[in-house]
């Protein structure tokens, strides 16, 4: 089992949360108190991400290795079916552990594994840019990211509301997507990737509006490949609506959980 750091707060049914290519357990801060509210949860740093090292036999080859890991790290903490969650990355990975049984619900917030090949070489393109451009000297990189312009530039691939971005988080976020041992790996992984399982746990797909780097057109395929699952739109988000809107995303993960009901944004479809 690889070793996977975490962050846990909060009380109740267990809620894993798994973060995109690049990201880091702290993707999920602007909504992890809203769930620690209601659930027993953990948001992950992924193997050769964040705090978690590469693991000593290699990173695995494919989804069902990332899957198998992470569903081994649940079962070593006694997490029994948690609840998953999960944006781009951890998306396709949320429901993929639902599609295995490992998993008591899944939301999948711009999962991958819906975009023809050019939308996946044209979003690990643009991601490959910006850590090319993390690699700046850390003087420069603070000093573009305290500039409230600049760092709306810098994050408007990312998120619907750059202006609102703290600069300590993009700060951060910028290290995390630098530091991402296992970027390179992960993406060449999944260049051919596409989700085809079929959970039967309930599941929520719900796609930024604006997201520029898995585009919401990409929904209609996730309508198709899973016509039993919720869809509904994050209107006016972008590829990690947390930080967009942090209370419509906690609503709809808490909605799926059944930690919270009577939510209701906009359906697609």
């Known amino acids: 089992m690889p070793r996977i750091a975490f962050e846990r707060r909060g009380s109740g049914p267990p809620l894993v949360l798994l973060h995109g290519i690049g ?86 917030l711009s999962p991958a594994g819906f975009c023809t090949p050019r939308e996946l070489r044209r979003a690990l393109a643009v991601l490959g840019l910006h850590r090319a451009a993390a690699r700046m000297p850390a003087p420069v990189v603070r000093s573009v990211l305290a500039s ?14 750059p202006e609102r971005l703290a600069v300590e988080v993009a700060i951060a976020d910028t290290w995390a997507l630098r530091d991402a041992r296992a970027f390179r790996a992960v993406a060449r992984a999944g260049r051919r990737y596409t989700f085809a399982g079929v959970p039967t746990v309930p599941v929520t797909v719900a796609w930024g509006t604006r997201d520029r780097i898995l585009p919401h057109r990409q929904a209609a395929l996730a309508r198709s490949r899973l016509p039993d699952a919720r ?39």
Do not use: K
Request: aromatic residues 4%.
């Open 231 to 269: 869809h509904l739109d994050l209107v006016d988000c972008g590829h990690v609506p947390m930080h967009d809107d942090p209370e419509l995303v906690a609503s709809v993960i808490l909605e799926t959980t059944g930690g919270r009901p009577g939510y209701s944004p906009a359906p697609t479809g």
């Open 148 to 161: 409230g312009p600049l760092r709306s530039l810098a994050f408007g691939m990312i998120v619907a509301r």
């Open 23 to 108: 990201h880091h357990w702290a993707a999920w801060l602007p909504v992890l108190d809203l769930l620690a509210a209601r659930h027993d949860v953990l948001a992950l740093d992924l193997p050769g991400f964040g705090r978690s090292p590469v693991p000593a036999g290699g990173l695995p080859r494919d989804m069902a290795g990332v899957v198998a890991g992470v569903a081994a790290f649940c079962a070593a903490l006694g997490l029994d079916r948690p609840h998953v969650a999960g944006n781009s990355l951890g998306g396709a990975i949320a429901l993929e552990l639902a599609a295995a049984g490992h998993a008591a619900s899944a939301t999948a």
